[in-house]
């Protein structure tokens, strides 16, 4: 058995940090203006976030799947056998089922899950089957392993630049305006309970009150005895996540990664969004 592991870059990784890890990588295509970057190839979060403040409305798609085929074609050549592929919920794009019949249809045997998510747990995962396949793990294992703990996962995330949601058609304009006015936050949830798909969780006012109640609500659903890695997350809101980090601690997080909101995410949210997520510590994986 030759096994590779394959992610895309929901996972926040870069290109070169992804090969760094032994994961082949998949950029997703963000779109602004006239111009379509891979993002983690040549989009970086920092040139979005200027984009972004520039009022730029980006989208985005799938990886081209020229390098989906590019990959299976050396993949033959090289004798793989098997792929652990970790991707973005597929409430949130249609990648996953994209890249796993692309590879299938080279003969390739597909191991993947629905994360029901993405950003800091993503990037959890594929750096945990990265470790896991390196220690010879089997691609069954390492799934079991990774399902088991995207089964008690969450996140949450707290959009600040309602404007932005209404121009990208997430939010209708009139209440985004009087979102404004009542400085009313919507908590966003994007889980196992939502499908993978986002939702309204909560709406509370004010940034920081949407903070609070977020991670009041992360250390309600912890399973005592259960160790977890704990993630916040901002597009340029260092205050919104300092709050986030101090939140997540009070909660009883011994430790809190914290990460720029990845660029395929931001594009939706807009800037000054905080999130805040976890997932249990997979057994076999340190990080």
Same mark, same amino acid.
């Given at each position: ?132 396949? !390196? =220690? ?6 390492? #799934? $079991?392993?990774?399902? *088991?703990?995207?089964? @008690?996962?969450? +996140? ?18 009139? !209440? =985004? ?6 400085? #009313? $936050?919507?908590?966003? *949830?994007?889980?196992? @309970?939502?499908? +993978? ?36 997350? @901002? ?53």
């Amino acid at each position: 058995m030759n096994v590779r592991v394959m992610t895309d870059s929901g996972s926040g990784l870069s290109e070169k940090q992804a090969q760094a890890l032994g994961i082949d990588y998949l950029p997703l295509q963000v779109s602004a203006g006239e111009t379509t970057y891979l993002d983690g190839v040549d989009l970086t979060t920092d040139l979005l976030y200027d984009m972004l403040e520039k009022g730029d409305m980006p989208s985005t798609s799938l990886p081209p799947l020229g390098i989906v085929e590019d990959f299976a074609e050396k993949y033959e050549e090289k004798g793989v056998t098997d792929v652990v592929l970790i991707t973005l919920s597929s409430g949130l794009s249609s990648t996953n089922s994209t890249v796993t019949a692309a590879l299938q249809s080279h003969g390739l045997k597909v191991h993947t899950l629905d994360l029901y998510t993405t950003l800091g747990v993503e990037w959890y995962a594929a750096n945990a089957a990265a470790q896991l396949a !390196a =220690a010879g793990v089997a691609p069954e294992e390492i #799934i $079991r392993r990774l399902q *088991e703990a995207i089964d @008690d996962s969450k +996140g949450f995330l707290i959009p600040e630049d309602l404007d932005h949601l209404a121009k990208g058609g997430r939010l209708t304009p009139m !209440a =985004a305006k009087l979102g404004g006015l009542l400085k #009313i $936050r919507p908590i966003l *949830e994007v889980s196992k @309970d939502t499908a +993978g798909k986002v939702d309204v969780w909560d709406k509370v006012r004010t940034t920081n009150k949407a903070i609070k109640k977020a991670a009041e609500h992360i250390q309600e659903s912890l399973t005592p005895g259960k160790e977890y890695e704990f993630f916040v997350m @901002d597009s340029r809101n260092p205050e919104g996540a300092a709050l986030a980090v101090k939140s997540l601690e009070e909660a009883g997080a011994s430790r809190v990664l914290e990460h720029a909101l990845y660029a395929v995410i931001a594009s939706h949210t807009g800037m000054n969004a905080v999130g805040l997520q976890y997932i249990p510590k997979v057994e076999g994986v340190a990080i």
